[in-house]
Nanobody, 122 residues
Framework: QMQLVESGGGLVQAGGSLRLSCAAS????????MAWYRQAPGKQRELVAD???????NYADSVRGRFTISRDNAKNTVYLQMNSLKPEDTAVYYC????????????????WGQGTQVIVSS
């Protein structure tokens, strides 16, 4: 099964920026939709953003206008550009391939990686 390795997290002040990367061990072209999730301490993992192979994007309300998801199929990498970071963005960030259906939440398709920690100080 394809493995995912997230990187790019760190400690940043509120208002700052980070760019996360997710490198896949295989071809992400095989998956129509790639996504970023995050999990804050004591909370459930939540979908942050996803992108289809055609470039259609979808964002959680809490990050829309501040985060940008992109993918480079040639490099088998998915990115998450995070601007205007807030303390509530503090979480471990994960990527995954997902299956979207017409109703309900998308279904993650691959084993989760180790994630990358983002800490935003106030």
């Amino acid at each position: 099964q394809m493995q995912l390795v997230e990187s790019g997290g760190g400690l940043v002040q509120a208002g700052g920026s980070l760019r996360l990367s997710c490198a896949a061990s295989g071809s992400i072209s095989s998956y129509n939709t790639m996504a970023w999730y995050r999990q804050a301490p004591g909370k459930q993992r939540e979908l942050v953003a996803d992108i289809t192979s055609a470039g259609t994007t979808n964002y959680a309300d809490s990050v829309r206008g501040r985060f940008t998801i992109s993918r480079d199929n040639a490099k088998n990498t998915v990115y998450l550009q995070m601007n205007s970071l807030k303390p509530e963005d503090t979480a471990v960030y994960y990527c995954n391939a997902v299956l979207r259906t017409r109703i309900g939440q998308p279904t993650p398709l691959l084993a989760w990686g180790q994630g990358t920690q983002v800490i935003v100080s106030s």
